[in-house]
């Protein structure tokens, strides 16, 4: 079997121009990922079908120039900007005589790097073992003999048969270990929940700008770089919002076009922080030609996770880049925000994200005078705690008069240790 390759590998791409929409790839993202994987470009070849062929996915003439130019430039790996059939690429590999990668291949390559964490290099040795399941056959010689084994296989089990069981049993040990990941997650995100503070996602198409943006808004340093899939694993910070209060400030893996669905069915945990999330900013990468295209995809992965329906606040990132570009806020007919114009990068709109980050989670405000007697001082002393009270006075008939302000989830949960405690709710002593 040929070895996977390693950063400084030399490779020829393809790619392949379909009519139908559905089938069509970018040649710019596929030299994007290879760079972002390290792999040096030495040539690219291109071509165009109506369907892919069987055999090679290309035409046989056209795999023949693919095999040349491998020769002829030296080259040591061969990526395909589509997905192969494992018998294509057994096909192709024994034409060039070298590794041929396919488009899912080479995300999981570069996931496989930039894995970080434990629950990261799971999830990731999880899809590359679902995605060589279906390859097995390639590059081996031995497969088709029977092979007795002492404690490994049982009578005239084959060397495939067994591969296929060791994988099936390190899947299932994966999944397992995925599940407890899963379940601490889960009791983060309910204590979070009961202690009712808001969570907000990063999502958008990858390079993008998220883990920038994270950088800036929470003044962290997760690695961001130009490129794609710089961030892998799920990093929270929590943040204070003036009228809001603590939020917890979530960045996710990007997303990309054609995401293979044995990833997103691996990184299932780390979604669920989308998932779960009470607000998603959409980070868009304006100067990209293709930004309507990227949206499009962002909510179909959203869709596919079930995330789709949880509110949007849309982020216009690197309007630097932009002639006319400048810093603002867009609403909608509420004065609700609804997209704001920014660079992460120069920190120009960074303010403006904060504005509109209060309008859009800030909860209903209760903002009242509330008249107690003296004989109250546990609850004015309770108001200060909670830092509601924003002016108070001594009326002439030794009352207090307290200008209060907090959520309507606090006036109510106060409202009933109130009434439990002094026998009338805090309406009650509202002037």
């Given at each position: 079997?040929?070895?996977?390759?390693?950063?400084?590998?030399?490779?020829?791409?393809?790619?392949?121009?379909?009519?139908?929409?559905?089938d069509?790839?970018?040649?710019?993202?596929?030299?994007?990922?290879?760079?972002?994987?390290?792999?040096?470009?030495?040539?690219?070849?291109?071509?165009?079908?109506?369907?892919?062929?069987?055999?090679?996915?290309?035409?046989?003439?056209?795999?023949?120039?693919?095999?040349?130019?491998?020769?002829?430039?030296?080259?040591?790996?061969?990526?395909?900007?589509?997905?192969l059939?494992?018998?294509?690429?057994?096909?192709?590999?024994?034409?060039?005589?070298?590794?041929?990668?396919?488009?899912?291949?080479?995300?999981?390559?570069?996931?496989?790097?930039?894995?970080?964490?434990?629950?990261?290099?799971?999830?990731?040795?999880?899809?590359q073992?679902?995605?060589?399941?279906?390859?097995?056959?390639?590059?081996?010689?031995?497969?088709?003999?029977?092979?007795?084994?002492?404690?490994?296989?049982?009578?005239?089990?084959?060397?495939?048969?067994t591969?296929?069981?060791?994988?099936?049993?390190?899947?299932?040990?994966?999944?397992?270990?995925?599940?407890?990941?899963?379940?601490?997650?889960?009791?983060?995100?309910?204590?979070?929940?009961?202690?009712?503070?808001?969570?907000?996602?990063?999502?958008?198409?990858?390079?993008?700008?998220?883990?920038?943006?994270?950088?800036?808004?929470?003044?962290?340093?997760?690695?961001?770089?130009?490129?794609?899939?710089?961030?892998?694993?799920?990093?929270?910070?929590?943040?204070?919002?003036?009228?809001?209060g603590?939020?917890i400030?979530?960045?996710?893996?990007?997303?990309?076009?054609?995401?293979?669905?044995?990833?997103?069915?691996?990184?299932?945990?780390?979604?669920?922080?989308t998932?779960?999330?009470?607000?998603?900013?959409?980070?868009?990468?304006?100067?990209?030609?293709?930004?309507?295209?990227?949206?499009?995809?962002?909510?179909?992965?959203?869709?596919?996770?079930?995330?789709?329906?949880?509110?949007?606040?849309?982020?216009?990132?690197?309007?630097?880049?932009?002639?006319d570009?400048?810093?603002?806020?867009?609403?909608?007919d509420?004065?609700?925000?609804?997209?704001?114009?920014?660079?992460?990068?120069?920190?120009?709109?960074?303010?403006?994200?904060?504005?509109?980050?209060?309008?859009?989670?800030?909860?209903?405000?209760?903002?009242?005078?509330?008249?107690?007697?003296?004989?109250?001082?546990?609850?004015?002393?309770?108001?200060?705690?909670m830092?509601?009270?924003?002016?108070?006075?001594?009326?002439d008939?030794?009352?207090?008069?307290?200008?209060?302000?907090?959520?309507?989830?606090?006036?109510?949960?106060?409202?009933?240790?109130?009434?439990?405690?002094?026998?009338?709710s805090?309406?009650?002593?509202?002037?």
């Amino acid at each position: 079997m040929f070895d996977r390759f390693d950063s400084g590998e030399r490779a020829i791409l393809v790619h392949v121009d379909f009519p139908a929409e559905i089938d069509r790839e970018d040649l710019s993202e596929l030299q994007l990922l290879v760079a972002s994987a390290g792999v040096e470009t030495l040539g690219v070849v291109t071509a165009a079908r109506s369907t892919p062929s069987s055999k090679y996915f290309v035409g046989s003439g056209k795999a023949e120039e693919i095999a040349d130019q491998v020769k002829l430039l030296e080259a040591n790996i061969v990526i395909f900007n589509h997905g192969l059939s494992p018998t294509q690429e057994r096909n192709l590999e024994k034409l060039c005589q070298c590794r041929v990668l396919d488009r899912t291949g080479l995300i999981l390559d570069i996931f496989a790097q930039r894995a970080r964490t434990h629950e990261g290099k799971l999830q990731v040795e999880l899809a590359q073992l679902r995605h060589i399941s279906t390859r097995l056959v390639r590059g081996w010689t031995h497969l088709e003999r029977q092979k007795g084994g002492i404690g490994l296989r049982g009578p005239g089990e084959t060397q495939l048969e067994t591969d296929r069981r060791l994988i099936r049993g390190r899947i299932k040990n994966i999944l397992g270990r995925l599940e407890k990941v899963q379940k601490q997650r889960e009791q983060g995100r309910r204590a979070r929940q009961r202690a009712e503070i808001p969570t907000v996602s990063l999502v958008g198409y990858t390079n993008a700008g998220k883990s920038t943006l994270f950088n800036r808004v929470t003044e962290s340093d997760v690695y961001a770089a130009d490129q794609l899939f710089a961030t892998l694993d799920p990093t929270l910070r929590k943040l204070e919002l003036p009228d809001v209060g603590p939020i917890i400030l979530a960045d996710t893996v990007g997303f990309i076009r054609h995401l293979p669905h044995e990833l997103v069915a691996a990184f299932k945990a780390t979604l669920q922080e989308t998932q779960e999330a009470d607000l998603l900013l959409h980070v868009i990468d304006v100067a990209d030609e293709r930004q309507a295209e990227n949206i499009a995809q962002v909510h179909e992965v959203l869709q596919e996770i079930g995330a789709d329906d949880i509110p949007q606040l849309l982020i216009c990132n690197k309007i630097d880049k932009l002639a006319d570009g400048v810093a603002r806020i867009d609403t909608d007919d509420q004065g609700m925000p609804t997209r704001v114009w920014l660079s992460a990068q120069s920190g120009i709109g960074i303010d403006l994200l904060q504005d509109a980050l209060v309008k859009r989670l800030r909860p209903q405000m209760v903002d009242v005078c509330l008249r107690i007697p003296p004989s109250m001082g546990k609850l004015r002393g309770k108001l200060y705690a909670m830092k509601s009270v924003t002016s108070e006075q001594t009326r002439d008939d030794g009352k207090l008069a307290l200008h209060v302000r907090m959520s309507a989830v606090d006036w109510q949960r106060l409202s009933k240790q109130v009434a439990e405690e002094y026998g009338d709710s805090l309406q009650g002593f509202v002037e």
